[in-house]
């Protein structure tokens, strides 16, 4: 079966960081960019990065460069999103998803992860 | 970034209903645009890709059209399952964006 898994629900303090991870599986982890998404609580969702496992190649969308960092270990087929300094304003559900085409740089997202909903709070 | 404007913001409707949400960029896209549907608490489904390629298993009833920078996803015959909330999704640079959703309600 074609998935992706993400990492259990998170509850942090502010100033602390936070690593969450999205598993392939059922395909060629490799060949196929991985993005994430953020939902804030009762909002839209907004396209923060993507990665290609193959060669680690990343874009970040301009509102999230320098607020996150994607990473991949494609032996493991595992992405990641991570911040080293977390903000209440961060509380969100963050999704993985997969691209469809495995050969373009143009990316919509045939397969999503459940989420991974982080709670930032004091 | 590109900016995405979905209208209306919240649409409502019955079933049988023919519905159309409109998604305008704030520069041409070409024909690079994809609509989702999301229900509460479920990620995001893929409906359209292309502007208006139907993905594989999604009801035919769901059509999309347009290209540079005015688009629609149409439903031509509502049914209980489609109220959720509809996003489109521009993909022609590196940088993508979402519109910000165009809820779908029972009337």
């Known amino acids: 079966e074609v998935q992706l898994v993400q990492s259990g629900a998170e509850v942090k303090k502010p100033g602390e960081s936070l690593k969450i991870s999205c598993k392939g599986s059922?395909?060629?982890?490799?060949?196929?960019?991985i993005g994430w998404v953020r939902q804030m609580p009762g909002k839209g969702l907004e396209w923060m990065g993507i990665i290609y496992p193959g060669d680690s190649d990343t874009n970040y969308s301009p509102s999230f460069q320098g607020q996150v960092t994607i990473s991949v270990d494609k032996s493991i087929s595992t992405a990641y999103l991570q911040w080293s300094s977390l903000r209440a304003s961060d509380t969100a559900m963050y999704y993985c998803a997969k691209s469809a085409d495995s050969i373009q740089t143009r990316w919509y997202f045939d397969l999503w992860g459940r989420g991974t909903p982080v709670t930032v709070s004091s | 970034d590109i900016q995405m404007t979905q209208f209306p913001s919240t649409l409502s409707a019955s079933v049988g209903d023919r519905v159309t949400i409109s998604c305008r960029a704030s520069?041409?896209?070409?024909?690079?645009l994809a609509w989702y549907q999301q229900k509460p608490g479920k990620a995001p489904n893929l409906l359209i890709y292309?502007?208006?390629t139907l993905q594989s298993g999604v009801p035919s009833r769901f059509s999309g059209s347009g290209s540079g920078r005015e688009f629609t996803l149409t439903i031509s015959s509502l049914q209980p399952d489609d109220f959720a909330t509809y996003y489109c999704q521009q993909y022609d640079t590196y940088s993508n964006t979402f519109g910000q959703g165009t809820k779908l309600e029972i009337k």
């Open positions: 520069q041409s896209i070409s024909n690079w």
């Open positions: 292309r502007a208006s």
């Open positions: 059922g395909y060629i982890f490799s060949n196929y960019w």
